[in-house]
Nanobody, 123 residues
């Protein structure tokens, strides 16, 4: 079965960087869609960044220019490089995957989810 395991969360000061990783297993090949979502306390889960089957990426406006999503097909691992972190980036971060999605940042599109990794940014 498909499994996603996130790692790399932690606590940093504003302006700092973190790199999240998501190990993906269970797909028959590397042609699947993946994305990062986040959920802050009291807020709805929101899409942060995604990669489709062709490698095309998309980002939420709030993270453009600061976050970079990438995927290592050889390692079946998804990454999210987060730079210039802000306190408002504080959230639980989840990776999600599915064979195909219509909207990369639509949370209802993805069937498979990881357990999440906490990111806390202090001012």
């Amino acid at each position: 079965q498909v499994q996603l395991v996130e790692s790399g969360g932690g606590s940093v000061q504003a302006g700092g960087s973190l790199r999240l990783s998501c190990a993906v297993s269970g797909f028959s090949d590397s042609r699947y869609c993946v994305a990062w979502f986040r959920q802050a306390p009291g807020k709805e889960r929101e899409g942060v960044a995604g990669i489709d089957r062709t490698g095309t990426t998309s980002y939420a406006d709030s993270v453009k220019g600061r976050f970079t999503i990438s995927k290592d097909n050889a390692k079946n691992t998804l990454y999210l490089q987060m730079n210039s972190l802000k306190p408002e980036d504080t959230a639980m971060y989840y990776c999600a995957a599915d064979v195909w999605v219509e909207s990369q940042l639509g949370q209802n599109e993805y069937m498979y989810w990881g357990q999440g990794t906490q990111v806390t940014v202090s001012s």
